[in-house]
T-cell receptor, first 114, second 113 residues
């Protein structure tokens, strides 16, 4: 069974800092990897999707990479802002599953203070 | 709005009640999912539907009963729930097949009293 670990569990930083959030899978055979943001009591907002043929994706101040040999992914947030405060979740799908069942980590709770 | 709409946003029900959660997607996706998010636990997959056919039931108790009348709508019927079933229930959709991401709804916060 795939298990997903996210480090750190929580992070509190002043605005302007560059941040690194980590995610690792017990089974490195990840097909797709998706990073989500969740605000308190709300649903999930997709941030970045790394498909099977890709190793990296960028959107604005966000950059995500996936090392398939080790089953590790990193989300990099540049010049953090208070509006970035949320829980960040990584999730991956297994090979061979046409419906792409997602395995989630517990998330990193990020607080960016002014 | 993400294209996946869930109603109601909040629900409080007694253990003897029957209620239903609704999910609707406007993205033309072929697969729909129910996930459960409990405090301090990772999201757990409950059910998967592909083209209106249930293809996965992740050992969910029978007091949860899904229904997918068409590829745009998904329901979760609830009856005789327990307090430990209180959680955020999230619906998601995807085009189906490998290589595509998920779109999630805003969830229904369920409290069982």
């Amino acid at each position: 069974k795939q298990e997903v670990t996210q480090i750190p569990a929580a992070l509190s930083v002043p605005e302007g800092e560059n941040l690194v959030l980590n995610c690792s899978f017990t089974d490195s055979a990840i097909y797709n990897l998706q990073w989500f943001r969740q605000d308190p009591g709300k649903g999930l907002t997709s941030l970045l999707l790394i498909q099977s043929s890709q190793r990296e994706q960028t959107s604005g101040r966000l950059n995500a990479s996936l090392d398939k040999s080790s089953g590790r992914s990193t989300l990099y947030i540049a010049a953090s802002q208070p509006g970035d405060s949320a829980t960040y979740l990584c999730a991956g799908t297994d090979r061979g599953s046409t419906l792409g069942r997602l395995y989630f980590g517990r998330g990193t709770q990020l607080t960016v203070w002014p | 709005e993400t294209g996946v709409t869930q109603t109601p946003r909040h629900l409080v029900m007694g253990m003897t009640n029957k209620k239903s959660l609704k999910c609707e997607q406007h993205l033309g996706h072929n697969a729909m999912y129910w996930y459960k998010q409990s405090a301090k636990k990772p999201l757990e997959l409950m059910f998967v539907y592909s083209l209106e056919e249930r293809v996965e039931n992740n050992s969910v108790p029978s007091r949860f009963s899904p229904e997918c009348p068409n590829s745009s709508h998904l329901f979760l019927h609830l009856h005789t729930l327990q307090p430990e079933d209180s959680a955020l229930y999230l619906c998601a959709s995807s085009p189906g097949g490998q290589g595509y991401g998920y779109t999630f709804g805003s969830g229904t916060r369920l409290t069982v009293v």
